[in-house]
């Protein structure tokens, strides 16, 4: 049996070590190793317990309406009435409406669901094929975002979110599309799928009462919402309290304790130095809000995870909520998703330039949320 040597595994494993040991021996000189050890497990103990399930109540409640609505032909409802807003706004064929729809009322892998529907692919050219990666992340866990900041006790600054976060979407598709064709002007002729016409027919389906249509909708879609609700455990534990530690500092007397929500004050500190770009694009008031749209380019669930503190706190006001709500939404964690979005629609190669493309989109999201929220509240 041939030996594996050890010298295969040093140029990854040595840096990875060294990069882990250092980021913990910087967190243990600070606060002190069984400090340390004990804010890591109490911050991810009441992570799970006060925002997890929080979370996942929102979703299951979400993926209920979200599931009614398609039983009762809501979504075809407002795809219709969107339609004709994906060319001038887009430059989408009208079917792409169906895909912001069903990725806002669930994630941002829904758009690869339909993209992998040649009926559905048949419309697009490729170079707007591949923009759909961008253009379904921005709208992507859309209706749990607004309903966790509604929750937080704000309801027009979320609406402004939304706005701001289809402006933002709007320039992150254009701008993939430029991308694209600058790479591979064939595509603008180029049809994604080749599908010969067939005439919509109305299949016949089983009859069913009223009272279960509507009980199957919901329980269907409460299951759905119970599967993205586990999902987002990982990121809101591993990422929120990770960024925890970075935000927050000591306890109140200035000294460690173990206590939960305790941290080294890191990103604070960073922030401070560059405080007037964020102060002047986004409105941010206080530096440690940063620390929401640094978390939401990895997952967006872990970003909501910060919101209950930040407010307790009183670091986010009104239009900081409005910003993080279109920067939140319009990312989606895209930096998570969108290698694997690309890989399954057959582009892997364009991964670099949809994610520059969605870079830009959600920071015209966020600047353009801050502005509005400035007119509005002007009025």
């Not at 040093?10 to 069984?34: D, E, H, N, R, S």
């Not at 400090?35 to 929102?58: Q, R, S």
């Not at 829904?110 to 490729?126: G, M, P, T």
């Not at 940063?290 to 967006?300: K, N, S, Y």
Request: with cysteine; net charge neutral.
């Amino acid at each position: 049996m041939k030996k594996t040597s050890i010298s295969k595994y040093i140029p990854t494993g040595v840096p990875c070590l060294l990069i882990v040991g250092g980021i913990f021996y910087y967190l243990g000189a600070k606060m002190g190793t069984p400090n340390m050890l004990n804010t890591i497990m109490k911050t991810g103990h009441d992570l799970l317990l006060n925002t997890v399930f929080y979370l996942m109540a929102i979703c299951v409640i979400t993926g209920a309406l979200g599931k009614l609505f398609i039983e009762f032909g809501v979504v075809k409802l407002l795809e219709k009435i969107l339609r004709p807003l994906m060319g001038p706004l887009f430059n989408m064929p009208g079917v792409a409406s169906l895909g912001a729809v069903v990725t806002f009322l669930s994630d941002n892998p829904a758009i690869i669901s339909l993209a992998q529907d040649k009926s559905f692919a048949r419309y697009f050219k490729k170079y707007q094929f591949i923009s759909l990666t961008n253009f379904g992340t921005a709208f992507g866990m859309g209706l749990l975002v607004m309903v966790f900041m509604m929750g937080q006790g704000f309801f027009k600054e979320p609406v402004i979110g939304l706005v701001a976060a289809m402006c933002g979407c709007i320039v992150s598709t254009r701008l993939m599309q430029r991308f694209v064709l600058k790479a591979y002007p064939q595509y603008k002729e180029e049809c994604a799928a080749e599908l010969p016409e067939v005439d919509e027919v109305e299949t016949k389906v089983e009859e069913k009462s009223l009272f279960l249509r509507i009980l199957n909708s919901l329980l269907d879609g409460g299951k759905s919402g119970v599967d993205v609700g586990i999902a987002i455990i990982p990121g809101v534990l591993i990422i929120s309290t990770f960024v925890m530690i970075l935000t927050f500092g000591p306890s109140e007397s200035g000294e460690y304790t173990g206590a939960a929500y305790e941290g080294v004050a890191l990103l604070p500190y960073l922030a401070n130095k560059v405080g007037f770009i964020f102060e002047y694009l986004f409105g941010f008031t206080d530096p440690h809000v940063i620390a929401f749209p640094i978390t939401a380019l990895g997952a967006v669930g872990a970003a909501l995870g910060v919101v209950p503190n930040f407010v307790a706190q009183g670091w986010m006001d009104g239009n900081a909520i409005a910003v993080c709500t279109a920067i939140g939404m319009c990312w989606s964690g895209y930096l998570s998703t969108h290698t694997a979005m690309l890989d399954s629609l057959g582009y892997r190669e364009l991964t670099s330039k949809a994610i520059l493309a969605h870079t830009i989109g959600g920071l015209v999201a966020a600047i353009v949320a801050h502005w509005v929220f400035v007119l509005v509240s002007l009025l």
